[in-house]
């Protein structure tokens, strides 16, 4: 019998008959949970809308944290839009903490700052400007000189590690492993940040109980990078991380239409390598 099943006789014993779990039984128990807990996670970050819904009704938890997340948090990090949606009908909730940073939903959510996954939670990030309070005039006295600020003083000149890139679509080709392997990603209006990170192609991954990692596979889904990068006088370096997944992209941009640098996707059984690149602007 397997540990899915087996879990899910034992809860059925425990609801009908009222006994309590022997300490052996209900650590398999447990052991099921925890296990089917990775296969949610898992599913999440994919977008497996049908792997989320059986996990759940396997016994999984909807709150349940595997690797430091929980299943919604996973999904509004990959921006899994459908998992959102029935992770909340599923009473999943915002307001725990559900990061590895020990950040609530909600507050991952607004720190991620996309609109589609705002919306989807409810969060209004438009903050409605107040107006400052009228100064009123005492009787018999002059009104008050407002108060001029203070000139600015400027700072150290800051030496350019690259140019201000400018706003659009960049694409180019990755170079390494697998030749056509290809990288795209957005930078912001006003050239400071850099989104929709995205690696097309393959990487080599380790068949069942190897160590070696020799097959060649799509990498998928897998290898859009989460998050926003920051640009600093022309240069980025980021990392980020799920449970089981890292990713590392770094660059610089030597004109403002082009940019330099190289990328990395790595998983527990699969590894794309650090694979070099060169981008153009291709469109706004």
């Known amino acids: 019998m397997s540990r899915i099943v087996l879990g899910a006789v034992l809860s059925a014993l425990l609801t009908i008959t009222g006994l309590e779990l022997l300490p052996g039984s209900a650590a398999l128990a447990q052991s099921s949970v925890h296990n089917n807990a990775a296969e949610l996670i898992a599913a999440a970050s994919i977008g497996d809308l049908k792997g989320v819904m059986a996990m759940l009704a396997a016994g999984v938890p909807v709150d349940y944290r595997r690797g430091g997340y929980t299943a919604l948090a996973t999904a509004v990090l ?47 990030t438009q903050a409605q400007p107040v107006a400052p309070a009228p100064v009123k005039p005492v009787p018999g006295k002059p009104a008050p000189t407002p108060i001029k600020p203070a000139p600015a003083v400027p700072g150290p000149a800051m030496p350019a590690h690259g140019a201000r890139p400018q706003p659009g679509t960049y694409s180019g080709e990755l170079t390494g ?65 799920v449970p089981y997944l890292r990713w590392d992209f770094e660059g610089r941009f030597p004109s403002p239409t082009t940019v330099s640098g190289s990328f990395q996707v790595i998983a527990s059984d699969c590894d794309s390598y650090r694979q070099p690149f060169n981008a153009v602007r291709t469109g706004r």
């Open 78 to 124: 990959f921006k899994r839009e459908d998992v959102v949606r029935y992770l909340l009908t599923q009473g999943a909730r915002l307001d725990i903490p559900a990061t590895e940073g020990d950040l609530t939903v909600r507050e991952f959510a607004l720190k991620q700052g996309n609109p589609a996954m705002l919306a989807l939670l409810g969060l209004n």
């Open 177 to 241: 492993n697998y030749k056509g392997n290809r990288i795209s990603f957005r930078v912001s209006g006003d050239g400071t940040r850099i989104t929709d990170i995205k690696m097309t192609g393959y990487w080599r991954c380790a068949e069942s109980g190897s160590l070696y990692k020799t097959q060649t596979k799509p990498v998928a889904s897998y290898g859009e990078m989460p998050g926003i990068v920051s640009v600093n006088r022309g240069a980025f370096t980021a990392t980020a991380k």
